[in-house]
């Protein structure tokens, strides 16, 4: 019997040794991924933006053009960036929401750390409490053989 409750305390050791190494490789993997979409977001974003400028330049050019042939091109080169804006645009968001549910993940991966470290820590303190008793057993059942010693060693010298 004392063979399997030390197996299985072994294997919870085990178990929640690696509760906390997982939970610690999935909130780093987690920041990672955010990291990675945020950067990819603001890229995406600077390119919609550097878009919209080139549609005004366009605009611009458009106005002052004086032939129909220079017009139409222009008008199809505006119709173009204003596609590849609205493309842009759309990964954005795509980005975005793809972003709240990694930060929804990671926040749910911070708490399972947290609870994977206060039970490492209750585990702990649980087990300097058992080996305090235990340790305090001992010395009592020392004590007791050296008494019982004493006893003995008393009555024989006493008789």
Request: aromatic content about 0%; cysteine-free.
């Given at each position: 019997m004392t063979n399997a409750l030390k197996e299985a305390e072994k294997a919870f050791d085990r178990a929640r040794k690696q509760f906390?190494?997982?939970?610690?490789?999935?909130?780093?993997?987690?920041?990672?991924?955010?990291?990675?979409?945020?950067?990819?977001?603001?890229?995406?974003?600077?390119?919609?933006?550097?878009?919209?400028?080139?549609?005004?330049?366009?605009?611009?050019?458009?106005?002052?053009?004086?032939?129909?042939?220079?017009?139409?091109?222009?008008?199809?080169?505006?119709?173009?960036?204003?596609e590849l804006r609205a493309r842009a645009r759309e990964e954005g968001r795509d980005l975005r929401t793809e972003l709240a549910a990694v930060r929804a993940d990671l926040a749910n991966a911070r708490q399972h750390l947290s609870r994977a470290l206060h039970m490492d820590k209750a585990s702990a303190a649980f087990e300097r409490q058992r080996e305090k008793a235990a340790k305090s057993i001992a010395k009592m059942r020392k004590k007791q053989k050296s008494r019982k010693r004493l006893k003995g060693a008393k009555a024989l010298s006493g008789s």
């Open positions: 906390v190494v997982l939970s610690g490789r999935t909130i780093k993997r987690l920041t990672r991924e955010r990291d990675r979409l945020s950067r990819k977001m603001k890229a995406t974003s600077t390119r919609s933006k550097r878009l919209t400028e080139r549609i005004k330049n366009k605009a611009e050019r458009l106005s002052k053009a004086t032939t129909k042939k220079a017009k139409d091109t222009i008008k199809k080169q505006i119709s173009g960036l204003k």
